[in-house]
């Protein structure tokens, strides 16, 4: 069976993709009302996790760098909600903003020198963040709370609202993680984005067409901080509690994983991947308790051998069977090759990217 | 000053532990481009092999022996079957599949041994030996004679040998070498084979002094990485200097920074290498990378 | 690429329909929840039921720790084999945390909500407790004789009242320390080694405020990370100072380095050994038994390695039964005589339930003075109300004389509060 033709950016295809956000949106905002409680605060630490993931994906997919220590910047997220509500009283809906604000500006700094290192070294010194997270916690007890954690009084419901904590915290989640998603989106479409995969893709030819490699990469490792941030200030919330032993190096390396099996370089992506590192954990202890580690690495394992483009690309190559999204024919004659924009300015004539 | 340099020695020492991880990690490098990350975990796996082998009535040199050559068939195997099929995914993709493998093979060790702690016996006599007011562990001298010795013989075997060539054609450029008749699948074999030998001699190694359990060289692994950072990826007399530079440093901060403290220590080899990877971003004894505009 | 047209990728998409076929039969299937009981009683217990949840690191760095549930499960069985617990068998559902709080929270919420279980068991860990407590005591769900010396379960018993510990807590140990010290080396120096995480703290929080008035002063602490390849050079400072006194508080690992480390100095101190350490298997034998000897500890209840208990009747029952219903365990290791022990406690403490109820199990566990075989005579299980939220706090000073841990002089009644 062949695919149905349509044309990008033409009617058909508008109106199929506002379908299918419309269907996410639904299935999503329905979580809380269909099932039941526990799975729904699985499904709000899924939400969680792929805020951090989307973070991630734009550094490590979009922009081709690597870090090791996301879980780091999740951590000074969570912190700064737990501390600024414990310790300072503010309003926990004031905390999420501060998280991103305070880890934009901590990426950023980090990001000015280390993203003059390569490959390698440069995993290394976001290892050196990742390890670094614990003991730091643990050293400024006064601050933190130390080694024994700190207990996060948890939001109230309004009253006008007829739903209950759970599904509250799930809603609320929701409306961060949304908009989160949306700026991602925007992001990588747009002119940033554009010079990011630009960047990934040849990085000498991009400085020759003018892109300012410096300043790209550390705004890059700062919005994926500031998501790690917000991603960890809703964790503080939704938990109600924040110790060391949750930010652990395990959690660099669960992002990482996630964004590789949800689906590099994809929005999407960071959805499934964060599905995958709460829920396949707890499956491989059903299949047999004994061999629960044994189990979830060999599923992370297969999975990328069955995948390597990840879930979002499987869904991907399915989707392409079905229907199939053509570039219309190009209307006056304008060059269809490669043309890489200056971070922030807008494109004059509408060159066009190869498909990634 | 005698309390000074006896740091520095006691920093070597640490750092040998450290280099001999790092020379495995520096081998797979080398010959494949990619960092292994359960290259410490494979390592502990030998050891265990050596282990129960030897617990089971083995003379040591057997169970060594034969721990060795399991590392080294399944270091080919792993590349075989685990590594080959997704080659062509992207350095990260394959990065990903050896942190399953480091989930998988820990998990496996401690459901076959169990997770308890034991000994493991050294191939070194014990005892200790005196320079003029600083000591060192016969163990420790014995450690270094042998990564130094494991130096020059990769350093023979890629420099001088045409085996050697032919592994560090196919990991520079897989297609050109083809072009020229390596057999570029059984060089990267080869490759994860002697880092898995080279890993399972580190474990036997360092397992004397760290006590042998599923979690021997999680530890290890950041600070060999550490150690071959510095030293430069593709150099192994680098991976060993670089992992004693790591353990002098190291040991001089937690003994004379006060506020360093013990818990922070971990963050002074890795300021270190920050700071070294700034101006010098191939390591002290790598190589610079080469790129074709 | 996935495509159906070629071998390999038709290949390679049964394989993958496999694995997601796999994995969701194994999520779909639901632990069977607790149907039809009579509407009188709480959840999770029937006129011959009774079902106890529990969180444990199977998998992950703690995961030494999981072994802990087969003792549990060995005892339970054994109980059930024998007619179970006034007519109820015990059925024990456990889930693996990694040593993460956050699944942690969530293994016990599916063990309330979806398994449901009559009350939380044994769970592990103390940053996974706290992140249980206020949830357990909010559903009003027992969370009993938990895994953890941390000495929070017992002295919040206003504001978790549902939440108990079982096993003499660090500061109880720590006392037993300073006590010891205070009659052997009253003016001593000590030099302490901690592992820094909330065990470690509590520790020599507790031996701190133990020694609190004495001659005893702590010249040298050093602390290491749970993930640190070594505590080499720590030990090498402690050893500069020449303190009469190596208080050890290390897990097993570390500690056998410790040893190991000192053995090569010149420095022949008191060696004071945590009791989470004590294990000649696994840390004294791997030094070498001449370097350990005259090492302190502190026990609490038998030592299965310790052949002065070979024909003790409680010895021979755990280790037979243990055999019997968990022949994969190792008898010798103490964490699987530590599970027996406490679910042996538990099983005390249903047993004289007045009620079907959970508040019932609290009262009765709230309300306990029970004698548990396994544990050292003269150490008992005891708990009173709002005043006593500590069931053990006595234990008693070990000493290694080259073969074995012996008991020196008698137990030691030191009460946290």
Known sequence: MSPVRIDKGGRRHRTLRGLALLAVVLVAAGVPFNSDRVVNGQLTLVLVYAVAALGLNLLVGYSGQISLGHGAFFAIGAYTAAILIVRAHWPYPLTVPAAALLTFALGFAFGVPALRLRGLYLALVTLALAIATPPLIKRFEGLTGGVQGMSVPQPTVPGWLPVDLDQFLYLLVLSVAVPMFLLAANLTRGGLGRALVSIRDNERAATTMGVDRARVKSRVFAWSAAYAGVGGALFALTLGFVAPESFNLALSFAFLAAIVIGGLGTVGGALFGALFIEFVPQYAERVNQALTGMIYGATLIAVIYLMPGGIAGLLRSVRRRLVEVAEPPPAGGEPTGTAVMEAGATSPGGGRLPAM | MERFLQVVVDGIADGSIYGALALALVLIFRSTGIVNFAQGEMAMFATFVAWGLHDGGRPLWLALVAAFAFAFLGGMAIERLLIRPVEGAGTLTLVIVTLGLFILVNAAAGWIWGFTNRGFPSIFPSGVARLGGVELSIESLGIIAVLLAVVALLGLLFQRTKLGLAMRAAALNPDSSRLVGIRVGRMLMLGWGLAALLGALAGVLVAPRLFLDVNLMGGVLVYAFAGAALGGFDSPLGAVVGSWIIGVTENLAGTYVGAVGADLKVLVPLAVIFVVLLVRPSGLFGSPEVTRV | ?417
Not at chain 3, 340 to 361: F, G, I, S
Not at chain 3, 388 to 395: L, T
């Open chain 3, 1 to 417: 690429m996935l495509g159906g047209r070629s071998k390999a990728g038709r290949g390679k998409l049964a394989l993958l329909a496999l694995l997601a076929l796999v994995l969701v039969a194994a999520g779909c299937g639901r632990d069977e929840g607790g149907g039809g009981q009579a509407g009188t009683a709480d959840p999770g217990i029937t006129d011959t039921s009774i079902k106890l949840g529990s969180s444990y690191p199977f998998s992950g760095p703690a995961s030494a720790y999981g072994t802990i549930a087969k003792g549990v499960n060995a005892y339970f069985e054994f109980t059930n084999d024998k007619g179970g617990v006034n007519g109820r068998k015990i059925e024990f559902v456990t889930h693996d945390d990694g040593y993460e709080p956050q699944r942690a929270l969530t293994n016990a919420r599916r063990l309330v909500e979806q398994d449901k279980v009559f009350a939380l068991f044994n769970t592990l860990g103390t940053a996974n407790n706290i992140a249980i407590w206020d949830y357990a005591n909010q559903q009003k769900v027992p969370q009993v004789f938990v895994a953890t010396g941390a000495s929070n379960w017992g002295t919040d018993i206003a504001g978790h009242p549902y939440t108990i510990g079982w096993q003499p807590n660090y500061v109880t140990e720590a006392k037993v320390y300073a006590e010891y010290l205070k009659q052997q080396k009253p003016n001593g120096k000590v030099a302490v080694l901690y592992q820094n995480d909330a065990y470690g703290k509590d520790l020599l929080g507790g031996f701190k405020s133990g020694i609190e008035g004495s001659g005893i002063q702590i010249v040298k602490e050093q602390s290491y990370e749970a993930t640190a390849p070594s505590v080499a050079s720590q030990v090498k400072q402690l050893a500069g100072t020449g303190a009469d006194v190596f208080l050890n508080i290390s897990t097993p690992k570390f500690a056998a380095q410790s040893i190991a480390t000192v053995a090569q100095t010149t420095w022949k101190p008191l060696h004071l050994l945590n009791n989470v350490a004590a294990s000649k298997a696994q840390v004294l034998q791997p030094v070498g038994l001449k370097n350990a000897q005259g090492i302190v500890s502190t026990a609490y209840f038998k030592d299965p390695e310790d052949q002065q208990w070979a024909s003790d009747a409680a010895m021979v029952e755990y280790k037979t039964n243990l055999a019997k219903y968990e022949p994969d365990a190792n008898p010798d290791d103490p964490y699987n005589a530590y599970g027996w022990t406490v679910a042996n406690t538990m099983v005390e403490a249903l047993k004289k339930m007045q009620e079907p109820t959970r508040a019932a199990l609290m009262d009765s566990v709230r309300n306990l003075a029970v004698d548990v075989p396994m544990l050292l005579p003269g150490v008992k299980v005891q708990t009173n109300g709002t005043t006593d939220g500590f069931p053990i706090e006595a234990m008693q000073v070990t000493q290694f004389n080259g073969e074995n841990f012996e008991l020196q002089g008698n137990v030691i009644q030191a009460p946290a509060q």
